[in-house]
């Protein structure tokens, strides 16, 4: 193979592995690595398009947005594309930008106005005549989800505008639904209490409640939205992005009065040059655990409109604004043990339980050593002192050990061979990174899968939480799927913290979920490979899970999207 078809083959590697976590991101709101390893695999993308600009090709993710509407709401056309932002992520990157804008539009002057970026889930809101007629989510940038009802319930957004905004006849207002720290712990609290999964982070928490099926559940979790722009005007009365900002808030975009005092608007800030956005930037850094919700950064824009339009865009971001990211988050803690958890598909995972440590207004007590070849690259211990990064402010990771703080008696951590529950042999696949266990009937694995099953994406089984599924599990009252559909109220009503109520609303779920279809259940069910895209092909394709039974693996090769 030559040397450009080895290099052509990375990039198209690349490509698939930036649209896979753009899918996981965008689409399904379940992350699996942080922002900053993101960016690692963009830039990288970026340069060798940058070095070898033959490779480049329309459909790159450099070149567009990412992710599609999940199934469940209407998809409906934004007024104008909801595109990515370009990144900087210091100073000097911060004047690059700035000297682009000035080549681009020699001898103009600008000013900037800089904008806490919110770490939440976009959306574009569509008034007519002053009502609000339509709510989406970004999707993939043209399309998104109709979730108008739902954002009808969120305290910042008014149904109707007040003043000279209300004549337009169409006006689309773009802005991030976030959810207030002090109310996210709230709602990870309450969920708990009622035997139900957490919110792994408040950006999760948003999207979740943004795609309820039931408004009144979104209303409680007491959301907000930041306003950062229009997208569309008729007739367009606006000739500043500063100017704009307060005409909406005029119009009725008020933060939620119960959170004034931590009002996102105060650390809006209009600059004169590029030296007050830097200071802007290290002001609102300084400011981030007071603001009282996740910013993973700011965004500088330019102000003056016409501005804007002369700059365009390319078909990923605007060439007028840019995200100046906030550096990641570290500190330092002591592993007290390393925990081996056993996943759904028997996967064995080791996971460093950490002395308490605050990053970012979060208390850190756990972070994922992903596989045995993790803990040897580190070479982590038991007793380590290791250095936590917690970048994007979401998901927590070991940078690495340092070394001089290690006990003398420190000794090697040595992965399992078996199963940390049921004492089956592990084994791990030649190739492959992961140890499985081997027993399909480890209760642990149990325990995972049947969480998975009654996941919002899959059979969506309201109420059917960790507390309870232990309970079913300990108990022996469940041992496969089947067994769900065989409890009663009387059953259900005897696990702790289910009073007659709660077991009557978990029986109700649980029956209610019959109706799922079948991509649904084939995505529940848990076989490895089969993932949602797979299950929904599979589902189109056969219609009936007898005719799926009796396929023949030399058919199933053939369907395209599943076959090589």
């Known amino acids: 193979m030559s040397g450009i078809s080895i290099l052509r083959a990375q990039v198209d590697d690349l490509r698939q592995l930036i649209r896979r976590h753009e899918y996981l991101y965008y689409v399904l709101d379940r992350p699996e690595i942080t922002d900053a390893e993101f960016d690692t695999l963009y830039q990288r993308l970026q340069a060798l398009e940058t070095q070898h600009p033959e490779l480049l090709t329309p459909d790159s993710p450099t070149q567009r947005v990412g992710g599609r509407p999940v199934e469940g709401f209407a998809s409906v056309q934004h007024k104008a594309a909801m595109l990515s932002l370009d990144n900087a992520y210091n100073a000097e990157e911060l004047r690059e930008f700035e000297a682009r804008i000035k080549r681009a539009l020699p001898g103009e002057q600008f000013t900037y106005v800089v904008e806490p970026k919110v770490d939440g889930l976009g959306v574009a809101l569509l008034y007519e005549r002053g009502r609000l007629v339509r709510g989406a989510t970004r999707g993939d940038g043209r399309y998104g989800e109709d979730v108008t009802h739902n954002l009808m319930t969120v305290r910042g957004i008014p149904r109707y505008l007040h003043g000279p905004l209300a004549a337009c006849a169409a006006l689309e207002v773009r802005g991030e639904i976030f959810i207030w720290r002090q109310a996210f712990e709230k709602l990870n609290r309450e969920l708990e209490a009622e035997g139900e999964e957490p919110f792994a982070n408040p950006r999760n928490a948003a999207a979740g409640s943004v795609r309820q099926k039931d408004p009144r559940i979104t209303e409680v979790r007491r959301l907000d939205i930041f306003i950062y722009g229009v997208s569309y005007a008729e007739p367009d009365p606006f000739t500043e992005h500063w100017q704009t900002m307060g005409q909406l808030l005029e119009a009725g975009f008020l933060l939620d009065p119960k959170d004034r005092k931590n009002t996102l608007e105060r650390y809006r800030r209009h600059c004169a040059d590029i030296d007050g956005a830097i200071q802007a930037y290290l002001d609102i850094e300084a400011a981030r655990d007071e603001i009282g919700c996740d910013c993973d950064g700011v965004v500088v824009k330019i102000d003056a409109i016409e501005q804007q339009r002369r700059l365009g865009s390319t078909t990923h971001h605007p060439r007028w604004a840019v995200a100046y990211k906030f550096p990641a988050r570290q500190a330092t803690s002591i592993i007290r043990k390393i925990s081996v958890n056993v996943g759904r598909t028997g996967a064995l995972t080791p996971t460093a339980l950490l002395d308490p440590v605050e990053i970012a207004g979060a208390t850190i007590s756990r972070a994922t050593l992903h596989n045995a070849d993790e803990i040897e690259r580190l070479d982590v ?173 030399e058919e199933l090769a053939e369907i395209y999207g599943i076959g090589p």
Request: glycine share 6%.
């Open 381 to 553: 211990r038991e007793g380590d002192t290791v250095l936590i990064e917690r970048a994007g402010d979401v998901i927590p990771h070991i940078l690495r050990v340092i070394q001089e703080k290690r006990p003398p008696d420190s000794t090697p951590f040595r992965f399992p061979s078996q199963c940390p529950v049921c004492n089956a042999q592990a084994f791990r696949p030649e190739g492959e990174v992961v140890s499985r266990c081997t027993n399909s009937a480890c209760l642990a694995r149990l325990k995972e899968s049947l969480l998975h099953f009654g996941a919002r994406r899959a059979m969506d089984i309201e109420h059917l939480g960790e507390a309870i599924v232990e309970q079913l599990v300990d108990r022996t009252l469940v041992r496969e799927f089947a067994d769900l559909y065989r409890l009663d109220v009387a059953t259900l009503a005897e696990l702790e913290r289910l009073a007659q109520k709660s077991a009557t609303n978990l029986y109700n779920a649980i029956q209610g979920s019959k109706g799922r279809g079948l991509s649904r259940l084939l995505f529940a069910l848990g076989i490895r490979y089969v993932g949602e895209h797979v299950a929904a092909i599979l589902a189109q394709h056969y219609g009936s899970m007898d005719r799926l039974e009796q396929a023949p693996e």
